[in-house]
């Protein structure tokens, strides 16, 4: 300690400090395992650790050379038996005493090396996510779509015996009962046609035969008396059973649909008594 004002020494003040106090700051302040940290005075006494390491007389050449530097802190890039290393250094104004940390550039991009690792871990399992859900959503969403298209082209080509198949997703099965209630509805209409269509030929056969048939009665009886009337009895006899037959077979008890034994028999029975009617202008053979 000088006398202020003067350079005169009036005493020494000395500072004890506990080694496992400073061991704990620098440890707390260490910022990677493989970081390194020397503090040296400016004659090249090793502060801390409190031993001198096999690194430290690797590293000394270089802590020289940071003692010839004019800055208070900085940087060096040192290669040092193959190895690349960074030195970070600075001056501790009150004792002019030097930290001197170091690092490998391997340990210093280790992290780096890692989150690119990570980054492009992530990246690819992005593209396999997105090639999946592309499957997925083609199976789930286009294929039925597609399905259902084929479906269209079928009920285009008046094929309507379609079986609709099902889908889990809302949309897809809303146009499958859309598409099957289309069909089922042509079907019935298409029945309803059919039917009504039936239903029209049947009343212009009515119609015709109601046309037809009281001529045909009354033209026969008119053969009859005329038979009658001279004295052909023979002839009034097979005329009236061949009447009576005819339209026994006609009415067919009610019945759209008679054997072709019926029928043959009522187209037998016309033509007697068209044959009759028209004394014998024509002949005709039933084989």
Not at 107 to 128: H, N, Q
Not at 166 to 194: K, P
Not at 215 to 242: C, D, M, P, R
Request: hydrophobic share 45%; proline share 2%.
């Amino acid at each position: 300690v000088f006398r202020a004002g003067t350079t005169e020494l009036i005493g020494i003040v000395q500072i004890s400090l506990d080694r496992t106090y400073l061991s704990d700051l620098f440890q707390r302040h260490r910022l990677n395992d493989h970081l390194q940290i020397f503090m040296v005075s400016p004659d090249g006494e090793l502060i801390y650790p409190f031993y001198e390491t096999q690194n430290y007389w690797e590293y000394k050449d270089v802590a020289g050379e940071i003692f010839q530097q004019s800055n208070t802190r900085g940087m060096l890039t040192v290669e040092i038996n193959g190895e690349k290393r960074l030195f970070f250094y600075e001056v501790l104004p009150s004792t002019n005493w030097f930290t001197i940390s170091t690092i490998g550039y391997q340990e210093l991009l280790k992290p780096a090396y890692s989150i690119l690792t990570w980054t492009i871990f992530t990246f690819a399992f992005i593209i396999i996510l997105m090639i999946v859900m592309n499957i997925l959503i083609s199976s789930n969403i286009v294929r039925p779509i597609e399905k259902l298209s084929g479906l269209m082209q079928r009920a285009a080509n008046k094929d309507l015996q379609i079986a609709v198949p099902t889908s889990n997703i809302t949309e897809i099965s809303s146009l499958y009962n859309s598409f099957d209630t289309m069909t089922q509805n042509i079907r019935q209409l298409m029945e309803d046609v059919i039917e009504e269509q039936n239903e029209k030929k049947k009343m212009e056969l009515t119609i015709l035969q109601e046309q037809i048939n009281p001529h045909f009665f009354f033209n026969s009886l008119e053969a009859i008396i005329w038979a009658a009337s001279n004295g052909k009895s023979a002839q009034v006899e097979e005329l009236t059973v061949s009447l009576a037959h005819f339209y026994r077979l006609a009415l067919s008890k009610g019945m759209d649909i008679v054997t072709l034994r019926q029928e043959l028999e009522l187209v037998s029975c016309y033509l007697t008594i068209m044959k009759m009617q028209y004394n014998d202008l024509f002949d005709y053979r039933i084989t």
